[in-house]
């Protein structure tokens, strides 16, 4: 990364994430896992396995209101250990003619993430892929839990000549923020700067391409994508949400790139407006607590207290508390669906957010 800099000059937020998170050898990802009590953070999946088991009877219910199609792609990119496909994999047993229409497909770009997904879902027959244009066409059911939130995004800072990027350069050898010296054409739909004077705004051009892809393959092929993220309907200056993460504590985003989780919260406004400009209907989001009590996280959970021992006893009240309450996960978290415009609306959710101007 250093020696980039000298070579080529400052380095964009987002070049800076790309290169910490996902270089094939010192990238975060490159050979560790980055999970659970002994890494840096811990997701949905990991906090108990009735998150995944509750996704899997809500992709059921899609499937089921999309026409039971068969076979049907079930897409997961960026799948961790594979704790969310294992659990959902199971639950979805449980709707007659769904398991065996589905075929899985992961889109992770870590050997060693790839590693632990075979092991987690062995004796499953699993296609991996690098990005999601690889995955071939057909209807699908995409879920994507803690996804967006690790994708790189660009920092523009409002200034007396307009939004210029925020960089990444080497100040007595060593990593400091800068400004570039032009304004940015990444500003597109940002107010005048003079307006908002050094606030910053994040915009990821990766987010909404992804988001884009994944509505215009819905559009054409069917299905429905459900979004789970950390983040909220962002206004257009969404201010610095940048962070890194290193034994489940910030730490300093330029300290030790690679060895900490960088991510940034989710705008779901501009996530929502990609997935509708490639022709899906948006619903929500919604926050994740209220979604998990719509399909029935308590009632789930009440019935596992009846036969568990004392510690298990805790160990669910605690991981109910983590999902659902407002203070935790229940509502920082956010659920979004996409669909085909024309089909039911998704569990959980009513009327669509967004539309597409031809639907």
Not at 63 to 84: I, N, Y
Not at 206 to 225: D, E, F, K, Q, S
Not at 264 to 281: I, M
Not at 316 to 334: H, I, N, Q, Y
Request: hydrophobic share 45%; aromatic share 6%.
């Amino acid at each position: 990364m250093i020696e980039e800099i000298r070579r080529a000059g400052p380095m964009s937020t987002a070049r800076f994430m790309a290169l910490a998170l996902g270089h094939p050898t010192l990238g975060y990802y490159a050979g560790r896992d980055p999970l659970g009590a002994a890494g840096d953070f811990i997701t949905a999946p990991e906090v108990s396995q009735v998150f995944g088991e509750l996704l899997g009877l809500w992709l059921g219910q899609a499937w089921s209101d999309c026409g039971k199609p068969d076979p049907c792609l079930l897409v997961e990119p960026g799948p961790g250990r594979g704790t969310l496909m294992a659990d959902l994999l199971r639950a979805a047993g449980h709707v007659p003619g769904f398991r065996p229409s589905l075929r899985v497909h992961l889109v992770e770009t870590s050997e060693r993430l790839r590693d632990l997904q075979r092991a987690r879902l062995a004796g499953e027959t699993v296609h991996w892929h690098a990005t999601l244009d690889e995955v071939p066409p057909g209807p699908m059911l995409l879920v994507a839990n803690e996804f967006f939130d690790a994708l790189p995004v660009h920092q523009l800072v409002a200034t007396g000549h307009g939004w210029v990027e925020r960089t990444v350069d080497l100040n007595e050898g060593e990593l400091a923020f800068g400004l570039a010296d032009r304004p940015s054409a990444l500003a597109r739909s940002l107010p005048e700067a003079s307006s908002v004077l050094s606030q910053i705004a994040e915009v990821s051009p990766m987010r909404a391409r992804i988001a884009r892809l994944i509505g215009r393959r819905l559009a054409m092929h069917g299905g429905v994508a459900l979004i789970i993220d950390y983040g909220a309907w962002a206004p257009q200056v969404t201010g610095d949400t940048l962070q890194a993460v290193r034994g489940h504590a910030p730490c300093p985003l330029l300290d030790a790139p690679g060895k900490a989780d960088l991510s940034s919260h989710v705008d779901f406004r501009a996530l929502a407006e990609a997935g509708r400009d490639g022709g899906a209907a948006v619903y929500g989001p919604v926050p994740q607590g209220p979604f998990l009590r719509a399909m029935g996280i308590d009632l789930r959970i009440a019935r596992l207290l009846e036969r568990a021992t004392p510690g298990q006893r805790r160990d669910l009240r605690a991981a109910l508390f983590r999902l659902t309450d407002a203070s935790a996960m229940g509502e920082l978290f956010k659920v979004m669906a996409l669909a085909r415009p024309g089909v039911p609306a998704p569990p959980g959710f009513a009327a669509p957010t967004l539309l597409p101007e031809s639907a």
